[in-house]
């Protein structure tokens, strides 16, 4: 069975400082994982994915994502967080499938 | 085009009422989704099409039934819901031929209330 567990339910974080948006995983296989943001009322949008190579991801928007297999983790990064990128953040993970598991969401929230 | 189309975007229902939701993509994914989201949860997954075929059902109630005319629709049929299935339906699609590696591009969504 796999599993995606981000520990935070909400961040908190200042306009101009960096972000972390946490994101663990357990699988058997290789690990294909995610990162979709939500905004308010809107379906989930594609940031970034990890499928092979560098550990280090870009993604839509400046964000990034590290992948460190020994952590089993893939945090969502970003230098400098924005008002706008104020949303809901799902990872997800497909092993042998194509079927996503997801997170349970974390609310981030920006303050001016 | 990488938009997923979905209609309508609010749906107010009775109990004794048929409707339905629909979804359109024009990128040649094969699979398509369904998928249950209560506010501030992550999607819960209901159904999958593949190549136009009912692949996944996870467990859900006969008042939903789904429908993937073509390659480029899915519909979900709705009858004597309850006010428990209120929430935001999600379409989604993503191609079949990278296992584990799809991105699945999502639809803005339905926002159904069940009176």
């Known amino acids: 069975a796999q599993s995606v567990a981000q520990p935070e339910d909400q961040v908190n974080v200042a306009e101009g400082n960096p972000l972390t948006v946490k994101c663990t995983y357990s699988?058997?296989?290789?690990?294909?994982l995610f990162w979709y943001v939500q905004y308010p009322n809107r379906g989930l949008q594609f940031l970034l994915k990890?499928?092979?190579?560098?550990?280090l991801v870009k993604g839509s928007y400046g964000f990034e994502a590290e992948f460190n297999k020994s952590q089993t983790s893939f945090h969502l990064k970003k230098p400098s967080a924005l008002v706008s990128d104020s949303a809901l953040y799902f990872c997800a993970l497909t092993g042998g499938s194509y079927i996503p598991t997801f997170g349970r969401g974390t609310s981030l929230i920006v303050h001016p | 085009d990488t938009e997923v189309t979905q209609t309508p975007k609010h749906l107010v229902m009775g109990m004794t009422n048929k409707k339905s939701l629909k979804c359109e993509q024009h990128m040649g994914h094969r699979a398509m989704y369904w998928y249950k989201q209560k506010a501030k949860k992550p999607p819960e997954l209901m159904f999958v099409y593949s190549y136009e075929k009912l692949s996944i059902n996870e467990s859900v109630p006969s008042r939903f039934s789904p429908e993937c005319p073509n390659s480029s629709l899915l519909n979900l049929h709705l009858h004597a819901l309850q006010p428990e299935d209120s929430a935001l339906y999600l379409c989604?699609?993503?191609?079949?031929?990278?296992?584990?590696?799809?991105?699945?591009?999502f639809g803005p969504g339905t926002r159904l209330t069940v009176l």
């Open positions: 699988v058997s296989g290789n690990p294909y």
């Open positions: 990890y499928i092979t190579g560098d550990n």
């Open positions: 989604a699609s993503s191609p079949v031929d990278m296992v584990g590696r799809t991105t699945q591009y």
